[in-house]
């Protein structure tokens, strides 16, 4: 198989010299995949809609358990905080929806390049458009999680002034600025850059492909015509003149997307880490004791007197001697220590699904840049530059958001098993009131603990004031009861 550099003179005389170079140009462009291409094809489309449908999955459990909190469906909005305004983006719904149209995008390139090295053997001047119009939905996606990443440890920090943040609202609004609109900006500039320069070696390599067709097919032996020859070989010629530029092009594009991607990763790595790291420090801190359990009261003044006169240094103390305290606030703390936990795993299957697309994608596109006259001369190699990369990122994808549906769901039945079941009473010491309110049974907030999770609607209603009465305990009957 010759390389870009063959001359129609090397060649020689043969039977038919036209009809030999027709042949090898025609391998050059379209190298001769191996066996079961078809069926390679057709598993990946199966998996990108595979990949679709779990997104779909995803995006309507979240939907669903959002409208099951009562809160209200946003995509982007501006959060208000004593510095200043800082805008936010739902990664729970942008992620499977930007999922949902890559997937579709890359279908559809799927089928083009089939249609181009299938049985019909397509036109492939449009192949690098294609590439340019995949990868933008792809930055678009890991754009969109890396700010979504970052914004959260952003607000998640502590600047040097009190009730400030790492970064304020104007460099919060500039890393969006170009995480979004320039990247995505250059990456379509730079694609259509290096589609028009494929363009024009593609445009090249078909005129001398139709030409030495047309001279094959009129030749009829002795010996060939100098004048031909010599056309032959500047289209020749011309077609590797824009393969260089072509080439030049692609290292060009190579080394931008190599940048943006780099950027990516280290954003990811710094604002992944260090929410992972304030949100592990933040489950340490919540010390979660269950109601009536002793405990060493702390330090405060005690009070001059009590309800009945007993002696105040034993107020809170039980019959067998025990120190207590009541924590009314242990229901809301284990609510906030679930909450911080499921928020790790979100955060990690985000910052996976991010990190290694991005390093493979730096080697792919490296590699890509650096040898193209090398692929396009095995067919091996040119199969996996054209679909590798949509097999490494549908795969990683698959894994992360079938992990984020799993766990979704098994949050979902693990909250509403807890909602179904009974709040143990608190304990109380024996100088306090038989009558208590029912909000010492079930947190204030109880309602609000089942609705994060999304276990229902139906919330019981608990008035304030009112009480409850327990005959083991002693002590006189409320009136109206």
């Known amino acids: 198989m010759p390389d870009l550099h063959c001359s129609f003179a090397v060649l020689g005389t043969t039977d038919n010299p036209w009809a030999d170079m027709h042949v090898l140009l025609h391998a050059q462009m379209y190298p001769p995949f191996r066996r079961g291409f078809t069926a390679r094809v057709a598993v990946l489309v199966v998996l990108l809609v595979l990949l679709i449908l779990v997104s779909f999955a995803y995006l309507t459990v979240t939907v669903r358990d959002v409208r099951r909190k009562g809160r209200d469906i946003w995509v982007m909005k501006v959060v208000e905080r004593p510095a200043g305004r800082y805008l936010a983006l739902n990664q729970y719904l942008i992620y499977p929806s930007l999922t949902v149209a890559l997937s579709a995008v890359w279908i559809a390139y799927v089928a083009y390049v089939y249609s181009m090295f299938g049985p019909t053997a397509g036109n492939p001047r449009s192949l690098f458009y294609w590439l340019t119009l995949c990868w933008l939905p792809f930055f678009a996606l890991l754009a969109a999680t890396t700010y979504s990443t970052t914004s959260a440890a952003n607000l998640a920090s502590r600047g040097r002034q009190p009730h400030s943040h790492r970064l304020g609202p104007f460099t919060s609004a500039a890393m969006f600025t170009i995480l979004l609109p320039v990247l995505l900006g250059l990456v379509l500039a730079i694609g259509i850059w290096t589609g028009s320069r494929w363009h024009r070696f593609a445009s090249r390599w078909e005129e001398v492909y139709d030409f030495l067709g047309q001279q094959a097919a009129a030749y009829s032996g002795g010996a060939l015509d100098p004048a031909r020859v010599k056309q032959a070989d500047a289209m020749l010629g011309a077609r590797c003149a824009t393969a260089m530029k072509a080439k030049d092009a692609l290292l060009t594009n190579s080394i931008v997307y190599i940048v943006a991607a780099v950027v990516l990763v280290a954003l990811n790595l710094f604002s992944g880490i260090y929410l992972l790291s304030t949100l592990r420090y933040i489950d340490d801190r919540q010390l ?17 007197s009590t309800l009945n006169g007993a002696d105040p240094t034993l107020a809170d103390v039980t019959e067998a001697g025990q120190p207590t305290a009541a924590w009314e606030a242990a229901a809301e ?12 795993w979100d955060v990690t299957l985000f910052f996976m699904s991010v990190v290694p697309s991005c390093l493979a994608f730096i080697g792919y596109t490296a590699w890509l840049g650096t040898q193209m006259i090398a692929i396009m001369s095995d067919a091996g190699k040119y199969e996996f530059a054209t679909l590798g990369m949509i097999w490494i990122y549908a795969f990683v994808s698959l894994v992360c958001l079938s992990a984020l549906t799993i766990k979704t769901l098994l949050s979902l039945r693990l909250s509403a098993r807890r909602r179904l079941e009974p709040v143990p009473p608190s304990v109380e010491s024996q100088s306090t009131r038989r009558y208590r309110p029912t909000e010492q049974v079930r947190p204030r907030d109880w309602a609000e603990e089942q609705e994060e999770y999304g276990v229902g609607s139906q919330q019981e209603e608990w008035r304030r004031g009112d009480y409850s009465w327990d005959e083991k305990r002693g002590g006189e009957r409320p009136p109206n009861e």
């Open 288 to 304: 979660i004791v269950p109601r009536g359990t002793p405990l060493v009261a702390p330090l405060q003044p005690l009070p001059s």
């Open 333 to 344: 703390a284990e609510v906030s220590k679930l909450k911080v936990h499921r928020l790790r």
